[in-house]
């Protein structure tokens, strides 16, 4: 085990917005993704409402129709990856929760059918389903942009003695803490249309915005302004192979070749292999007698 020096790589954009129906997420997406560049896609499950602002970016659409499973969503995201797209819009991944199909109501025919309708056993089915769409998301090669409705979330509190019904804020109609495995997220109003950041790893987002092609050239110049991964990849296997040369038993050399051969790209390999070989003829010819 090594701990090495921590450096921000170059990303690719992983953005949620969230807001209730008509504050604006997919003209802000839109305008968001244009100001990326490159090839946009957009998943549509709003019944092709998207296609309404096909005057503010040139983009592709998938209507994608119920069922709304984690598969479909899956299988939408992979077709964008190998369509030569650079951003992807999912509009939206409510949908993938709450919609016909989607999480809640399998869950509720995996109950019936499997568990006698016990619905906590019927969540050890769905939710690695459910996990596999997120990871999707956060493994793909594409920059991302996934939107969620959002509604009013209440709860009933006592005041001087009295049951009365309080507003908590905007709550995501997605999976409990979904939203925060994006790197930033941001929430629509429907007064004004303004983003408010509720997580924010870039730093970019402290006073309410509205959103622009700017925010999205913000965002791209951030993602960008990381140190290259090939370059960070080479600098890795480099100090592997120093520490290599310097160990003075096999085990040694076994410990560090088998940490560094895990995270090696498969390019690197060779030099590294080569260079642990090497090492490791050399110390079994040092413990040889003379």
């Given at each position: 085990?090594?701990?090495q020096?921590?450096?921000?790589k170059?990303a690719k954009?992983?953005?949620a917005l969230?807001?209730?129906?008509?504050?604006g997420k997919t003209?802000g997406?839109l305008l968001?993704a244009?100001?990326?560049?490159g090839?946009i896609?957009l998943?549509d499950?709003e019944?092709?409402?998207?296609?309404?602002?096909?005057?503010?970016?040139?983009?592709?659409?998938?209507?994608?129709?119920?069922p709304?499973s984690?598969e479909r969503?899956i299988?939408?995201?992979?077709a964008?990856?190998?369509?030569?797209?650079?951003v992807?819009?999912?509009?939206?991944t409510?949908?993938?929760?709450?919609g016909?199909?989607g999480?809640?109501?399998?869950?509720d025919?995996?109950?019936?059918?499997?568990?006698?309708?016990?619905?906590w056993s019927?969540?050890?089915?769905?939710?690695p389903r459910?996990?596999?769409?997120i990871?999707?998301i956060?493994q793909?090669?594409?920059?991302?942009?996934?939107?969620m409705?959002?509604k009013t979330?209440t709860?009933?509190?006592?005041?001087?003695?009295r049951k009365?019904v309080?507003k908590?804020?905007m709550k995501a109609?997605?999976r409990d803490?979904?939203?925060?495995e994006?790197?930033?997220v941001?929430?629509?109003?429907?007064d004004g249309n303004?983003?408010?950041?509720?997580k924010?790893?870039?730093?970019?987002?402290k006073?309410?915005?509205?959103l622009?092609e700017r925010?999205g050239?913000m965002l791209?110049e951030?993602?960008e302004?990381?140190?290259?991964?090939?370059?960070m990849?080479?600098?890795?296997?480099?100090?592997?192979?120093e520490?290599?040369n310097?160990?003075?038993?096999?085990g040694?050399a076994?410990?560090?070749f088998?940490?560094?051969?895990?995270?090696?790209?498969?390019?690197l390999?060779t030099?590294?292999?080569a260079?642990?070989?090497?090492v490791?003829?050399?110390?079994?010819?040092q413990?040889?007698?003379?």
């Open positions: 085990m090594q701990f020096k921590a450096q921000r170059k954009l992983r953005l969230t807001g209730p129906s008509g504050s003209y997406a968001v244009k100001g990326l560049g090839k896609a998943i499950t019944k092709g409402s998207a296609s309404l602002y096909s005057h503010i970016a040139d983009f592709d659409v998938l209507e994608l129709l119920a709304y984690p969503f299988d939408a995201i992979n964008a990856e190998s369509g030569g797209y650079d992807l819009i999912i509009d939206s409510t949908h993938e929760w709450s016909v199909g999480c809640l109501e399998l869950v025919a995996v109950a019936k059918a499997k568990f006698k309708g016990n619905s019927a969540w050890n089915e769905v939710t459910h996990r596999k769409f990871d999707t956060l793909s090669p594409l920059h991302i942009i996934a939107t409705r959002s979330e709860a009933q509190v006592e005041v001087n003695g009365t309080q908590l804020g109609e997605q803490g979904s939203e925060y994006f790197t930033t941001l929430d629509i109003t429907h303004l983003a408010m950041v509720s924010d790893r870039t730093g970019l987002f006073d309410p915005i509205q622009s925010t050239q791209i951030w993602l302004s990381g140190k290259d991964p090939a370059a990849d080479a600098e890795e296997v480099a100090l592997a192979v520490a290599l310097a160990c003075e038993s096999l040694q076994q410990g560090i088998g940490g560094a051969w895990k995270r090696c790209p498969d390019g390999k030099s590294l292999k260079t642990y070989d090497k490791k003829a050399d110390l079994a010819a413990q040889e007698p003379a």
